[in-house]
C-alpha cells in the first residue's frame, strides 16, 4: 500500500485528471480491425474458389425469399439504419454529452473517406479475384459497391459514440444491421465478403479515431471516492493523494492511492483501479506473455472484478499465512468503470524512499522473514522490487501490491520470487550481504535452487533497467580508467624520448626502444582494464551463494519461448520467401538452360577473389601478426556462419573470436574489427554516391547529379536533422558513437603508424566491392546477351544499395531482403524481369549458398586447429 512521502490533498473534482486519455483497448481493437482487413482481403485475393462457392451458396438459399418481404425489410432497414443513430444522439444530447456526438461524427467522416478509396482502389488498381469477392454484376451493366459508402459511416459513428456498450442500443444497432445486410444480400446488392469487409472497415476508423483524439475521461474523480466510501459506511472528511513511484508497465495496473481521512478513528489507505490503469502496460505484457513460458508470466489483462477478487483472495492468505501484509477491511465499485480497495493506514516508506545507511542486517532479515511465510503456504508475489516493501515506523516490513500474485505457485515462480529478491536487496546492500540474510533465514538449499532463475529476463521491468544502468556506469569507470592509463603511458614516452640521433645504429636501437615501449604501454592498458572491471550484481550473487553451495547448479533455465531476434527473422523470413518464390515462379525454364556458362565460370572465379579480399580488408587493420591464408579460411567459414546469423551479425563476431585466438588481445581485436566494420560503413557510402553520381549523368552532356541522388542526400539530411533535434535520439546515437571511437580511434593511430598496412585494408574493401560488382555483372551477362548496354556504375549502384539492405534484414545472409532488392534494382535500371531474377539467384547462389559447405569445412578446421 503507498506511503505517505508528499501527499497531495485532492480537491473538488480532482482537476489534475487529463479532459481525454488515449486508451490502449482502443489501439488493441484499431490493430485487430487492421489484421482482420488483411485477412479478408488475402482470403479474397488467394481463394477464388472458397469466395465464388460461398456466393452461390447464398445466392442459391436467397433465391426462395418472398420478394415482398425483401422489399418490406429493405425499406424498414433502409429507414432504420439512418433514424436510430440520429435518436442516439437526440438522447446524448438531452444527456449533455456532446462530445461523444462530436467523436461519432468525425469517425463517420473519416469512414466515408476510407470506403471511397477503397471503392477506387478496387476498382481501379485491385486483382481481379478482389474484385470478383467483393462486387456483384449489376442488370444494367457495372458493378456494385465494393465497399457500402452509407454502411461504414453509420457503424464508425455509432461505434465511436459508445452505443454498443448500452445493452438495449446494442440489441436495436445489430437488428438493424442484420437485417439490412440480409435485404442487400438476397436483392443481389453486395456479397457477403463486401459485407464483412464493411463493418471491419467501420469499426476500425472508429477505434482509430477514438485513439488519436482521445476519449472522453470517465475515471472516478475525488468526489466519487468520497461518495463510495459513504455508501460502505464510512464518514470520510478528505482526501489526499499519495504518489510514490511513476507509472510503468510493472506498476501502472496498482491504481492511484489515497489517504483517507474519517470524522472518527484513524484514517484509511484507499486504491482506486479504474480500466484504463488496468490497461496500462498491455502490450508489454503481452509481449512477454508471447515470448516467455506461460509459467513465468501473468495474464495479460483481466477484467475489474477479477482484479478486485484476487488483490482481496492474496491479501486474506498473506496474513493468514502470518506475513505482514495490508488489512484489506472493504471494497466496492465506482461506477462500471472502477473499483476501490480499502485498507488499513499503514504510515510507513518503501524500500526505493530509504537511504542505504537506513537499510540493516535486521531489515533485510525481516524481509526474507515475509517471504519465508508467503512461500511456507505456496503464495508468490510475483514482483518484490523496491516499491513493494514498505517499512513502518517500528522498523517492521510490510509486502504490498499483492494483486499480481498467484496462491498454489508452482516452484519454479516461488524460487522466481526468491532471485527478484536477492537482486532487489542486493542492489542497496551488495551480494555478501543479501545473500548472507536469505540463507540464515530460508536455508541454503533454497537459494542455490533459484540460481538458474538469476537472470535478467526473469526480473521485473524496473529491476532489468536498474542493472542496465549500472553496467553502462561499469562500462564508463572502464573506459575511463584505460583512457587515463593511456594518457599517462604516452606521457611517460614523451618525458622519456631524447634527442634523435643520426647514426644507422643509433636509430635501430631506437626503434627497438619504441618497439618496447609500445609493449610496454600496451600491457599497462590491459592491466588498467583488468583493474577497473566489475563484475555485475547477478554475477557477485552466484558466485556468493556457490562459496556455500559449490555444488548448486548455475546453468540458466530457458524462460523463453522463443527469442525476439528469432521471431522477427521467422515473420521476415516467411514474407521474403514468399516474394522470392514469386518472383522465381515468374522466370521461365528456358531462360536458364539459355545461360552462357562463361559467363557463369568468370562469375565463379569473381566470388572466390572476394574472400582474399575480404582477408585483406581485415589484416589492414590488424597491426599485429596474423597468417594470410588463415584469416582467408575464417573469411571463407564466415560463409557458413552467416546462414546461422544475420549477416552484420556474425561476420564481426567471428572476427573477434579469430583475431583473439590468434593472439591479439580481446580489446585489440574488438577495436580492429571496429576500425574495418567503420571504414567499410564509409566507402560503402561513399562509393554508393559516387556510382549514383556517375549513373546521373551517364545520358546527359553536363556533369550534373540525377535527381535520385538528390532526393537520397535530402533524405539522409533530414534524417540527420530529425536525429539531432530529438533528445533521445540524439543521445542514443551520440552515446553509441562514443563508445565506438573510444576504442577505434587508439586502434587507428596504430594502424596509421604503419602505411602498408592501411593501404592494405583499404585497397581490400575497394577489391572486395569490385569482385562483387563484376560477380553480379558476369551473372547478369550469363543470362542477358543484350545487356552489354548495362553499365558498370549502373550495376554497382544496384549492388551496394541491395547490400546495405542485406546488411540491415533481420534473416540470416540478408535471405529475401537483398534478392528482393537486387532484382528491383535491375528492373529499375532497365534490365527484363525474366534476366533480373535468374542472374540474382545466380549471383546469390555463388556468394551464399555454394559456399556454405566449404565454409563449413573451414569452419571445423580452424576450430580444430584452436583458431576459432
Known amino acids: 500500500m503507498p506511503g505517505t512521502p508528499e501527499p497531495e490533498r485532492v480537491s473538488g473534482d480532482e482537476p489534475l485528471l487529463a479532459a481525454r486519455v488515449h486508451r490502449p483497448s482502443d489501439l488493441m481493437r484499431l490493430l485487430v480491425g487492421l489484421l482482420a482487413i488483411a485477412v479478408v482481403i488475402g482470403i479474397a485475393a488467394f481463394a477464388h474458389g472458397t469466395t465464388s462457392g460461398l456466393e452461390q451458396d447464398i445466392n ?27 435518436a442516439f444522439a437526440i438522447e ?38 478482389i474484385q470478383d469477392a467483393l462486387t456483384q454484376p449489376q442488370s444494367g451493366g457495372g458493378l456494385t459497391d465494393p465497399v457500402h459508402n452509407y454502411l461504414a459511416p453509420v457503424i464508425a459513428y455509432m461505434t465511436a459514440v459508445g452505443m454498443a456498450r448500452r445493452p438495449r ?38 477505434y482509430g479515431t477514438l485513439y488519436a483524439v482521445g476519449s472522453p475521461n470517465v475515471r472516478p474523480t475525488g468526489q466519487t471516492l468520497l461518495a463510495g466510501l459513504r455508501r460502505v459506511g464510512f464518514r470520510p472528511v478528505s482526501a489526499l493523494r499519495a504518489e510514490g513511484v511513476p507509472d510503468s508497465a510493472d506498476s501502472g495496473d496498482r491504481g492511484r492511492r489515497y489517504i483517507v481521512t474519517l470524522e472518527d478513528g484513524p484514517p484509511l489507505d484507499v486504491t482506486v483501479v479504474d480500466r484504463e490503469q488496468q490497461a496500462h502496460g498491455f502490450f508489454y ?11 513465468t508470466t501473468r495474464r495479460s489483462i483481466v477484467s475489474l472484478r477479477q482484479a478486485l477478487e484476487q488483490e482481496a483472495l492474496l491479501a486474506y492468505a498473506a496474513i493468514a499465512a502470518g506475513a505482514n501484509a495490508p488489512k484489506l477491511i472493504a471494497t466496492s465499485e465506482l461506477g462500471p468503470d472502477a473499483v476501490m480497495l480499502v485498507y488499513e493506514h499503514l504510515g510507513g516508506r518503501t524500500l526505493d524512499s530509504l537511504d542505504d545507511t537506513e537499510i540493516t542486517d535486521d531489515l533485510v532479515r525481516s524481509a526474507w522473514r515475509q517471504v519465508r511465510a508467503l512461500q511456507s503456504r505456496r503464495i508468490a508475489h510475483r514482483r518484490l522490487a523496491g516499491d513493494a516493501i514498505m517499512v513502518d515506523r517500528s522498523g ?3 509486502l504490498t501490491d499483492l494483486r499480481g500474485g498467484e496462491i498454489a505457485a508452482g516452484d519454479l515462480v516461488l524460487r522466481m520470487d526468491i532471485a527478484q529478491l536477492l537482486t532487489t536487496l542486493g542492489l542497496r546492500v551488495g551480494a555478501e550481504r543479501v545473500v548472507a540474510a536469505a540463507v540464515e533465514i530460508l536455508g541454503p538449499d533454497p537459494i542455490a535452487d533459484c540460481l538458474p532463475l538469476l537472470q535478467p529476463i526473469a526480473l521485473s521491468r524496473s529491476t532489468r533497467a536498474t542493472l542496465r544502468r549500472q553496467a553502462r556506469e561499469r562500462s564508463q569507470r572502464e573506459r575511463e580508467a584505460v583512457l587515463e592509463a593511456s594518457e599517462a603511458a604516452k606521457q611517460a614516452r614523451a618525458e622519456a624520448a631524447g634527442h634523435p640521433t643520426d647514426t644507422k645504429a643509433d636509430r635501430k636501437s631506437d626503434r627497438k626502444i619504441e618497439k618496447a615501449e609500445k609493449q610496454a604501454e600496451k600491457r599497462a592498458l590491459d592491466e588498467a582494464r583488468d583493474e577497473a572491471r566489475e563484475e555485475d550484481l547477478l554475477a557477485q550473487i552466484r558466485q556468493q551463494v556457490l562459496l556455500i553451495r559449490p555444488q548448486a547448479p548455475v546453468e540458466p533455465v530457458r524462460l523463453e519461448r522463443i527469442k525476439p531476434r528469432t521471431l522477427v527473422s521467422l515473420i521476415a523470413g516467411a514474407v521474403a520467401a514468399y516474394f522470392l518464390l514469386s518472383q522465381i515462379a515468374r522466370t521461365p525454364l528456358s531462360t536458364v538452360s539459355q545461360a552462357d556458362w562463361r559467363w557463369v565460370a568468370a562469375a565463379v572465379l569473381f566470388s572466390a577473389l572476394s574472400y582474399l579480399a575480404a582477408a585483406m580488408s581485415l589484416l589492414g587493420f590488424v597491426p599485429e601478426r596474423v597468417g594470410f591464408w588463415r584469416t582467408v579460411a575464417a573469411q571463407v567459414a564466415g560463409s557458413f556462419v552467416k546462414i546461422v546469423a544475420p549477416a552484420a551479425v556474425g561476420g564481426v563476431a567471428l572476427n573477434t573470436r579469430f583475431l583473439q585466438r590468434s593472439g591479439v588481445r580481446p580489446g585489440l581485436a574488438v577495436a580492429s574489427v571496429g576500425a574495418s ?32 541522388v538528390i532526393a537520397g542526400l535530402l533524405t539522409v539530411a533530414v534524417l540527420v536533422l530529425v536525429v539531432t533535434a530529438i533528445p533521445f535520439m540524439r543521445k542514443f546515437v551520440s552515446t553509441r558513437v562514443r563508445s565506438l571511437f573510444a576504442g577505434v580511434v587508439p586502434r587507428m593511430l596504430d594502424v596509421l603508424q604503419r602505411p602498408m598496412k592501411l593501404v592494405t585494408g583499404i585497397g581490400g574493401m575497394l577489391l572486395l566491392t569490385g569482385v562483387f560488382v563484376l560477380c553480379l555483372d558476369a551473372s547478369i551477362r550469363a543470362f542477358g546477351h543484350d545487356s552489354e548496354g548495362l553499365s558498370y556504375a549502373s550495376v554497382a549502384v544496384v549492388f551496394l544499395a541491395g547490400n546495405a539492405l542485406g546488411s540491415a534484414a533481420p534473416t540470416p545472409g540478408g535471405v529475401g531482403a537483398v534478392e528482393g532488392a537486387l532484382i528491383g534494382g535491375l528492373v529499375a535500371v532497365g534490365l527484363p524481369l525474366e534476366v533480373a531474377t535468374p542472374a540474382v539467384l545466380l549471383f546469390r547462389l555463388l556468394t551464399l549458398w555454394l559456399p556454405v559447405l566449404p565454409g563449413w569445412l573451414c569452419f571445423n578446421w580452424l576450430t580444430k586447429r584452436g583458431d576459432l
Not at 425469399?65 to 433502409?78: E, N, R, T, W, Y
Open 60 to 86: 442459391k438459399g436467397a433465391g426462395g425469399a418472398p420478394d415482398v418481404f425483401v422489399k418490406i425489410a429493405g425499406l424498414v432497414s433502409s429507414i432504420a439504419v439512418l433514424l436510430v443513430p440520429v
Open 92 to 129: 446524448r444530447l438531452i444527456k449533455r454529452d456532446g462530445l461523444r456526438i462530436a467523436d461519432g461524427v468525425l469517425a463517420a467522416v473519416l469512414a466515408h473517406g476510407v470506403t471511397l478509396a477503397t471503392d477506387l482502389w478496387v476498382a481501379k488498381a485491385a486483382p481481379g479475384t
Open 169 to 206: 442500443w446494442r440489441v436495436i444497432l445489430w437488428m438493424v444491421l442484420l437485417l439490412d445486410a440480409f435485404t442487400m444480400l438476397v436483392a443481389g446488392y453486395t456479397t457477403a465478403f463486401s459485407i464483412i469487409l464493411t463493418v471491419l472497415i467501420g469499426w476500425t476508423v472508429a
Open 285 to 295: 505484457r503481452a509481449w512477454r506473455r508471447l515470448t516467455l513460458r506461460a509459467i
Open 396 to 398: 517492521n516490513v510490510i
Open 677 to 708: 566494420q567503420l571504414f567499410g560503413l564509409g566507402s560503402h557510402i561513399l562509393l554508393l554516391l559516387l556510382f549514383g553520381y556517375l549513373t546521373g549523368t551517364e545520358k546527359s552532356p553536363s556533369f550534373t547529379p540525377s535527381r535520385t
